[in-house]
């Protein structure tokens, strides 16, 4: 992975120095809370209901053992004890005091990591593809361009303050991992026909209040380009954007106003200028990045393991986790492992400091010493031998981090929600486990089969609830909190937005109506076919007639 | 005590700023409408009397762009001498004030306004005037300009800065040094970290 170099060391090292004054300016009454709330959330640091809460960038989801276990000191010293992972492959601390922030950065910056431009109205953590590097669908590995993008959207002096937040995301496979459809820009990087890497450019996706996904404003972009046409969309964005209604800011709404033609014309027309500017990639400088990205040094394995065989044919509980978290490798021999961190009935995501030590030695043991943290809120191992394989398993069922129910419908990804969040309308932590209790049963959860069901406390769609096969929205109707359903969302390159079934339930009815959309899903489907696929065939009225009519019973 | 940096200095302010009167009870603001309209929803602009009625003084002033519109001739002579500074609002499209203005570098100092800190505009700004409209001259932020703006006004090609009155602009001063090697190329330094070093 990317390793710091004097110039990456020193920026972060400054940006201690500069935070730190920041927070002594407030502290002494020198700033007001709304100046200091914009600097504070351009380093991640939000006033929550119980404390402020501190996002650490973890660019495009990649951690080394050394700076996960940092992170399990930082979480054991300066806060409870435990970290979340959120939907932007970062890592948030529930419980910091505002005080401790600049010695906890400085911290951080000990192993190359900070919290720059972790939230605020600015561009955001690039995201990607978990298994980028390992995939064995993977045309081009975006880690470098990811890098190269971080560096310069860091302290863009243009776009410091721009109407609102501002996500990208990089994606190199024939499936889509990385959501790009639902970001502000996405690039999709594919080999054109004269072989060349080149850029699919979508703009103005996003979730949030106004679900839109984006549209492609470019078929084909040499990567060369991918800043300076990047400034050009920002840079229209950041002149017209609507800056009087936070709701209506982000670039989405722009891009409908306008329309996509008129959007692009103008696009196209500023890029004229910065086109071939000195932002535009070289060989030499995608190279240079890209030597951190290069590939392990494996070992020239054969494509079976007798013991990984046998362990899987006398031990059920490790051939079911196989099933789930274990994952197709480019390279023979070798596997990518998803740790799950939804064990049926704790807070999705959540971590501990002493499972973030257990992961750090595993990632040593058997990794190469590296993890990637998936936007699903799970942590990977990206290149694990066969022959390992059981081995891990038992280290990491110990730890409680292998739930064999990755892509199940207790993979839920949930946002803090009420619990934490000053944003949320409703809790959806409680939800999420109520859920995961209800389908406890291992055989009926893997019978039930792929499942995404995705939980957001509020209309700002940290949950990703959108795209969630099934997504359960928290509502406040008159100061209680309720729950909208949506099923037909998706991820991937056939993305959709789910469509909502009718009206909202209760936290306690939650558990009850997941099990009767299962329901019609087991009595529907044919023997292929996943929920989402179903949902598609049947539409939403079946669902939407046994929930309600259920409802309607029990209410007689 | 002056709050005006220039050129990693503090000095004095030889500009006066010219504001047009209040008129009554009524400012304009511009209501939501079509998409057009987006960047002028809800900000101030001068009505016509209050533009007519803005009484100019002798000396170096910094006018602002639709007073300077209806001052044109007026104002020539005064342009050539040196004496006059056009102030434009991050709300106002900059394309169109160049359009009208012709030559901008007839101008001795440009001064871009902004109402809020968190308006980023005047970035995009800064950069169109030094990068494609080739500016020479001064060019100055002012309004709510406050230290944790400065390194990137001065990366997007302010070289002056008016300091909120509250404000210390001595504090500010060291602002301008927060980073050492940014990694982007920008108005002021072109050329990216790894064009400039061996990385």
Same mark, same amino acid.
Request: glycine content about 6%; charged content about 25%; hydrophobic content about 40%.
């Given at each position: 992975?990317?390793?710091?170099?004097?110039?990456?060391?020193?920026?972060?090292?400054?940006?201690?120095?500069?935070?730190?004054?920041?927070?002594?300016?407030?502290?002494?009454?020198?700033?007001?809370?709304?100046?200091?709330?914009?600097?504070?959330?351009?380093?991640?640091?939000?006033?929550?209901?119980?404390?402020?809460?501190?996002?650490?960038?973890?660019?495009?989801?990649?951690?080394?053992?050394?700076?996960?276990?940092?992170?399990?000191?930082?979480?054991?010293?300066?806060?409870?004890?435990?970290?979340?992972?959120?939907?932007?492959?970062?890592?948030?601390?529930?419980?910091?005091?505002?005080?401790?922030?600049?010695?906890?950065? =400085?911290?951080?910056?000990?192993?190359?990591?900070?919290?720059?431009?972790?939230?605020?109205?600015?561009?955001?953590?690039?995201?990607?593809?978990?298994?980028?590097?390992?995939?064995?669908?993977?045309?081009?590995?975006?880690? =470098?361009?990811?890098?190269?993008?971080?560096?310069?959207?860091?302290?863009?002096?243009?776009?410091?303050?721009?109407?609102?937040?501002?996500?990208? =995301?990089?994606?190199?496979?024939?499936?889509?991992?990385?959501?790009?459809?639902?970001?502000?820009?996405?690039?999709?990087?594919?080999?054109?026909?004269?072989?060349?890497?080149?850029?699919?450019?979508?703009?103005?996706?996003?979730?949030?209040?106004?679900?839109?996904?984006?549209?492609?404003?470019?078929?084909?972009?040499?990567?060369?380009?991918?800043?300076?046409?990047?400034?050009?969309?920002?840079?229209?964005?950041?002149?017209?954007?609507?800056?009087?209604?936070?709701?209506?800011?982000?670039?989405?709404?722009?891009?409908?106003?306008?329309?996509?033609?008129?959007?692009?014309?103008?696009?196209?027309?500023?890029?004229?200028?910065?086109?071939?500017?000195?932002?535009?990639?070289?060989?030499?400088?995608?190279?240079?990045?890209?030597?951190?990205?290069?590939?392990?040094?494996?070992?020239?394995?054969?494509?079976?393991?007798?013991?990984?065989?046998?362990?899987?044919?006398?031990?059920?509980?490790? =051939?079911?986790?196989?099933?789930?978290?274990?994952?197709?490798?480019?390279?023979?021999?070798?596997?990518?492992?998803? &740790?799950?961190?939804?064990?049926?009935?704790?807070?999705?995501?959540?971590?501990?400091?002493?499972?973030?030590?257990?992961?750090?030695?595993?990632?040593?043991?058997?990794?190469?010493?590296?993890?990637?943290?998936?936007?699903?809120?799970?942590?990977?191992?990206?290149?694990?031998?066969?022959?390992? &394989?059981?081995?891990?398993?038992?280290?990491?069922?110990?730890?409680?981090?292998?739930?064999?129910?990755?892509?199940?419908?207790?993979?839920?990804?949930?946002?803090?929600?009420?619990?934490?969040?000053? &944003?949320?309308?409703?809790?959806?932590?409680?939800?999420?486990?109520?859920?995961?209790?209800?389908?406890?049963?291992?055989?009926?959860?893997?019978?039930?089969?792929?499942?995404?069901?995705?939980?957001?406390?509020?209309?700002?769609?940290?949950?990703?609830?959108?795209?969630?096969?099934?997504?359960?929205?928290?509502?406040?109707?008159?100061?209680?909190?309720?729950?909208?359903?949506?099923?037909?969302?998706?991820?991937?390159?056939?993305?959709?937005?789910?469509?909502?079934?009718?009206?909202?339930?209760?936290?306690?009815?939650?558990?009850?109506?997941?099990?009767?959309?299962?329901?019609?899903?087991?009595?529907?489907?044919?023997?292929?076919?996943?929920?989402?696929?179903?949902?598609?065939?049947?539409?939403?009225?079946?669902?939407?007639?046994?929930?309600?009519?259920?409802?309607?019973?029990?209410?007689? | 005590?002056?709050?005006?940096?220039? %050129?990693?200095?503090?000095?004095?302010?030889?500009?006066?700023?010219?504001?047009?009167?209040?008129?009554?009870?009524?400012?304009?603001?511009?209501?939501?409408?079509?998409?057009?309209?987006?960047?002028?929803?809800?900000?101030?602009?001068?009505?016509?009397?209050?533009?007519?009625?803005?009484?100019?003084?002798?000396?170096?002033?910094?006018?602002?762009?639709?007073?300077?519109?209806?001052?044109?001739?007026?104002?020539?002579?005064?342009?050539?001498?040196?004496?006059?500074?056009?102030?434009?609002?991050?709300?106002?499209?900059?394309?169109?004030?160049?359009?009208?203005?012709? %030559?901008?570098?007839?101008?001795? &100092?440009?001064?871009?306004?902004?109402?809020?800190?968190?308006?980023?505009?005047?970035?995009?700004?800064?950069?169109?005037?030094?990068?494609?409209?080739?500016?020479?001259?001064?060019?100055?932020?002012?309004?709510?300009?406050?230290?944790?703006?400065?390194?990137?006004?001065?990366?997007?090609?302010?070289?002056?800065?008016?300091?909120?009155? %509250?404000?210390?602009?001595?504090?500010?001063?060291?602002?301008?040094?927060?980073?050492?090697?940014?990694?982007?190329?920008?108005?002021?330094?072109?050329?990216?970290?790894?064009?400039?070093?061996?990385?």
């Amino acid at each position: 992975m990317y390793k710091y170099d004097a110039i990456d060391q020193q920026l972060v090292n400054e940006r201690v120095a500069q935070y730190r004054d920041q927070t002594n300016r407030y502290l002494a009454g020198e700033l007001s809370e709304d100046e200091f709330r914009p600097l504070r959330l351009q380093n991640g640091l939000y006033i929550q209901r119980q404390a402020p809460m501190l996002r650490v960038a973890v660019p495009y989801g990649m951690l080394s053992s050394k700076q996960l276990r940092k992170l399990g000191d930082i979480a054991k010293k300066y806060d409870k004890g435990y970290g979340h992972f959120s939907t932007r492959q970062n890592l948030q601390l529930n419980w910091p005091k505002l005080e401790d922030v600049p010695e906890i950065l =400085a911290e951080l910056a000990t192993v190359e990591m900070h919290a720059i431009q972790t939230s605020g109205n600015c561009i955001r953590n690039i995201t990607t593809d978990q298994f980028a590097g390992v995939a064995p669908d993977e045309v081009i590995d975006p880690r =470098a361009m990811a890098e190269v993008m971080r560096q310069w959207s860091t302290f863009h002096p243009e776009f410091a303050l721009l109407p609102r937040k501002f996500k990208i =995301a990089v994606s190199g496979t024939e499936q889509d991992r990385a959501i790009v459809q639902a970001h502000d820009i996405g690039m999709e990087f594919y080999k054109d026909a004269k072989g060349e890497t080149a850029i699919k450019v979508w703009v103005g996706g996003g979730l949030g209040r106004t679900p839109i996904l984006g549209t492609v404003i470019r078929e084909h972009l040499e990567w060369q380009h991918a800043l300076t046409y990047c400034e050009a969309i920002i840079r229209v964005y950041n002149i017209h954007g609507r800056r009087d209604n936070a709701y209506k800011a982000r670039i989405k709404i722009l891009v409908k106003a306008l329309g996509i033609e008129d959007f692009k014309q103008q696009v196209e027309a500023e890029w004229l200028y910065l086109k071939d500017n000195p932002n535009t990639i070289t060989e030499a400088e995608l190279a240079r990045v890209g030597q951190h990205f290069e590939a392990m040094p494996y070992e020239n394995l054969p494509a079976h393991d007798e013991s990984f065989d046998s362990a899987i044919a006398s031990n059920p509980a490790f =051939a079911a986790w196989v099933k789930r978290c274990v994952h197709a490798h480019k390279q023979a021999g070798y596997r990518a492992v998803t &740790l799950s961190l939804k064990p049926h009935g704790h807070a999705p995501g959540d971590i501990t400091s002493a499972q973030m030590s257990v992961v750090a030695d595993l990632a040593d043991a058997y990794s190469f010493g590296e993890v990637r943290a998936s936007h699903e809120q799970n942590l990977i191992l990206a290149d694990v031998k066969l022959s390992d &394989l059981f081995q891990l398993w038992e280290k990491a069922h110990a730890a409680g981090l292998a739930t064999p129910n990755i892509g199940l419908l207790t993979d839920i990804i949930c946002c803090p929600g009420g619990d934490f969040c000053s &944003l949320a309308n409703a809790k959806s932590i409680p939800i999420a486990e109520a859920i995961q209790m209800q389908f406890d049963n291992l055989d009926y959860l893997h019978d039930i089969g792929d499942l995404e069901l995705n939980i957001s406390g509020c209309m700002n769609a940290c949950g990703h609830h959108h795209v969630g096969h099934i997504g359960i929205l928290g509502v406040d109707k008159d100061g209680s909190e309720w729950y909208q359903v949506t099923i037909g969302g998706k991820q991937g390159n056939d993305a959709s937005i789910g469509s909502v079934i009718g009206p909202s339930f209760s936290a306690e009815e939650m558990p009850g109506v997941v099990q009767r959309l299962i329901e019609v899903y087991i009595k529907e489907r044919t023997p292929e076919e996943r929920f989402i696929d179903t949902v598609r065939r049947i539409g939403v009225p079946p669902f939407k007639a046994h929930v309600y009519a259920s409802k309607e019973a029990t209410n007689v | 005590m002056s709050n005006l940096i220039k %050129d990693n200095a503090i000095v004095a302010d030889e500009w006066t700023r010219v504001t047009p009167p209040t008129l009554g009870e009524e400012t304009v603001r511009k209501q939501a409408g079509k998409v057009v309209l987006f960047k002028l929803t809800g900000e101030e602009t001068f009505s016509a009397e209050q533009i007519a009625a803005t009484k100019i003084p002798a000396g170096k002033v910094l006018v602002p762009f639709s007073v300077w519109c209806a001052n044109k001739d007026a104002l020539a002579s005064r342009v050539s001498q040196g004496e006059v500074g056009l102030l434009v609002a991050t709300h106002e499209a900059i394309e169109d004030v160049i359009t009208e203005v012709k %030559d901008i570098n007839a101008f001795a &100092l440009v001064a871009v306004y902004v109402e809020r800190f968190a308006d980023g505009r005047i970035f995009t700004i800064g950069n169109l005037l030094r990068t494609r409209y080739d500016f020479k001259n001064e060019l100055r932020a002012v309004g709510d300009v406050l230290r944790d703006q400065l390194f990137f006004l001065k990366r997007s090609g302010f070289n002056s800065y008016l300091i909120r009155a %509250d404000r210390s602009a001595t504090e500010a001063l060291a602002s301008l040094k927060d980073f050492s090697e940014p990694y982007q190329g920008a108005v002021d330094i072109a050329q990216p970290a790894w064009r400039r070093t061996i990385r």
